[in-house]
């Protein structure tokens, strides 16, 4: 199964953990059985059926360009990057 690493800002959502592994093929299914074992983890990643623009994904050390549709293998790491905004220089 996919691992898939948790950012601190959803680990209210998993009890904490940090990387979980999650079965599915793409991360859009990932991303479905997440929200069956942890209710309210998908809102925070998309809107209806897309990512949210702040939120990229690294997979296996890349960032994918494919997004949701990434196809993911059993010994794939999955990473959500949560771009973070505000402040001034």
Do not use: W
């Not at 059985?33 to 209806?48: A, H, V």
């Amino acid at each position: 199964m996919p691992v898939i690493g948790i950012p601190s800002l959803l680990r209210d959502f998993t009890n904490g953990q940090r990387s979980l592994s999650v079965e599915g093929d793409t991360v859009r299914q990932v991303i479905d059985n997440l929200e069956s074992l942890y209710p309210g983890i998908k809102d925070r990643l998309c809107e209806g059926e897309r990512l949210r623009p702040s939120i990229a994904i690294v997979v296996d050390g890349h960032t994918s360009t494919l997004k949701l549709r990434h196809k993911l293998t059993a010994s794939s790491e999955v990473y959500f990057v949560i771009s973070i905004s505000g402040g001034k220089f």
